[in-house]
Nanobody, 127 residues
């Protein structure tokens, strides 16, 4: 059974930092690309960041570029999202997701490329 479990969310003041973690099990992790998405109140879920199976390539939404950093540890089958300079617009439920090599052609910023999802962790940034 595949599981993705996010942690590290919470309440932080504007300008602060958080580090999200996504622990996985049952997933052929080292072969999968991984991504982070978020859903803000009243909005659709959107792409945040993604990373290839080797970690050699990373991608970011324009809104987080320069502030967020995605990384992965294939030995620990975990992916991380370091979030700095947070602002209230970053308030959302953050989800990690995994996608197989066969769907990489869809695009690592596309939700439909991912076939496994976590339950999400809430990030709230106060002004």
């Amino acid at each position: 059974q595949v599981q993705l479990v996010e942690s590290g969310g919470g309440l932080v003041q504007a300008g602060g930092s958080l580090r999200l973690s996504c622990a996985t099990s049952g997933l052929p992790f080292s072969n999968y690309f991984m991504g982070w998405f978020r859903r803000a109140p009243g909005k659709d879920r959107e792409f945040v960041s993604s990373i290839t199976w080797s970690g050699g390539r990373t991608y970011y939404a324009d809104s987080v570029k320069g502030r967020f950093t995605i990384s992965r540890d294939n030995a620990k089958t975990a992916v991380y999202l370091q979030m700095n300079s947070l602002n209230p617009e970053d308030t959302a439920v953050y989800y990690c997701a995994g996608g197989p090599p066969s769907r990489e052609w869809v695009g690592l910023n596309a939700q439909r490329a991912y076939n496994y999802w976590g339950q999400g962790t809430q990030v709230t940034v106060s002004s």
